[in-house]
């Protein structure tokens, strides 16, 4: 058995904080913001007016956070990199009245977010997140990160047909969390979080809030080869293209503007303002262009140089599901980043984004693998093709393996992270 891991536990060590202290896309962003200002961008505000000086710069919106960095010299012209993510993970949200109970046991009442593995959710210390809208306008974020919520699993000898049928759970009789004894009373919820948060009473008129894991992620197996936690569909590639864009920042010689874009509701659909199907992107680009003194003509030249990588975690080979995989392709944990391919475009990626990709994996010397669904298998999708399809931009769909994905605690090797920081920051770099 060896005396220590054999991998470089820095970069792991720093998203295992980062997964902590991200319970939602909204601290997520500022979880990513707080980073790239120690790294010396600045934020700046969507209604003023924008400048054209060099420098990190980044916008805010809800959970999704664009950030870039210009260097001296850059033409209006000048062609973006992009790092894409998404900042959401599949959950459980409370509904707006959100007290509710039965036979003495108070509950929260909670939507459906996504497509979660329910079962996981179920006999789980669970904490409550998110943000709270106050009277006055602003907004707070809030975590209550010790056990407050449990969704109790009903005892076999109730239900012995799981042993045949397997468990069968109703997304609105089997998910509602239980938070306490007595009857429920409106007002208890938002009353608490207030209390809890040193809010006035009455103060908070909405919220967006969701249920989350309180078990922090942890290194696992002998050689704590393996790394266990929640959120890292997708925070895993918000981390790393967060920092691959400080590194680039911090080279010289660009001769392109590297981008981080990480959006909210990738997973149901990426429909809305703070989506990668929304304007935002597009939006944030086109005035870097403007704000530099550039055209229609230059914004039109530089996105038509612009290339984005987009990073979305992956299914690695199941020991056993091995029949659910396709057979010749087998990517595993700490294989390196994967390129992800689909020809119906679930995916993006095409054979001139795959020699993007290679040449990435290349100059930062990281190994990388192949997926493709098994063809009897429907194939997830990401922010890829939208991008691709509402931008005009060259897209190319990566990622790393991961085991139980949209878990409430999933697995992936503890190399991988590492590894696709890497490749991000060569290809930003390039």
């Not at 998110?130 to 076999?156: E, K, M, Y």
């Not at 199941?318 to 020809?343: Q, S, W």
């Not at 990566?398 to 605690?409: F, N, P, V």
Request: aromatic share 6%; with cysteine; hydrophobic share 40%.
């Amino acid at each position: 058995m060896s005396s220590s891991p054999r991998f470089d536990r820095s970069h792991t060590d720093e998203l295992i904080a980062f997964l902590s202290a991200s319970p939602t896309p909204y601290h997520a962003v500022a979880s990513a913001a707080e980073r790239l200002e120690k790294a010396g961008f600045r934020q700046v505000d969507e209604a003023a007016q924008w400048d054209g000086t060099s420098g990190g710069k980044y916008v805010l919106r809800g959970g999704s956070i664009i950030a870039w960095y210009v260097p001296k010299g850059a033409e209006p012209h000048t062609p973006f990199r992009i790092a894409g993510a998404h900042t959401d993970s599949p959950n459980l949200r409370v509904k707006p009245l959100p007290d509710s109970g039965a036979f003495g046991w108070r509950q929260v009442a909670v939507e459906i977010y996504g497509g979660p593995l329910l079962n996981s959710w179920l006999d789980r210390d669970l904490g409550l997140a998110g943000r709270l809208s106050l009277r006055d306008g602003s907004t707070r974020l809030v975590n209550v990160g010790r056990p407050l919520l449990r969704i109790p699993q009903l005892a076999i000898h109730m239900d012995r047909s799981i042993y045949e049928k397997g468990l069968q759970l109703d997304k609105q009789k089997h998910m509602q969390p239980i938070w306490g004894l007595g009857d429920a009373h409106e007002g208890d919820l938002i009353s608490f979080l207030e209390e809890e948060n040193g809010i006035t009473a009455g103060d908070v008129t909405g919220w967006d809030l969701m249920v989350h894991s309180i078990e922090p992620p942890a290194y696992l197996g002998r050689d704590e080869e393996l790394l266990a936690g929640p959120r890292m569909d997708n925070l895993a590639s918000v981390h790393a293209a967060t920092a691959a864009l400080t590194a680039a920042a911090a080279s010289d010689g660009l001769n392109h503007i590297p981008v981080l874009a990480a959006f909210d509701h990738e997973e149901n659909g990426s429909q809305s303002d703070t989506g990668a199907d929304g304007p935002l992107l597009g939006s944030v680009l086109e005035r870097s262009v403007f704000a530099r003194g550039g055209t229609y003509e230059d914004k039109a030249r530089a996105f038509a140089g612009t290339v984005c990588l987009s990073s979305d975690t992956g299914h690695a080979i199941h020991p056993n599901y091995a029949e659910r995989h396709d057979p010749t392709h087998h990517p595993r944990a700490n294989g390196g980043p994967i390129l992800k391919v689909n020809v119906n475009n679930r995916y993006a990626t095409d054979g001139s984004g795959r020699a993007v990709f290679v040449d990435a994996c290349e100059r930062a010397g990281v190994p990388y693998q192949h997926f493709v669904s098994n063809n009897a298998m429907p194939c997830g999708t990401t922010i890829g093709p939208i991008t691709a399809a509402r931008h005009g931009i060259k897209t190319v769909d990566i990622g790393i393996a991961i085991l139980s994905m949209h878990s409430a605690r999933e697995l992936c090797g503890s190399d991988d992270p590492h590894l696709l920081a890497s490749a991000l920051a060569a290809f930003l770099e390039s």
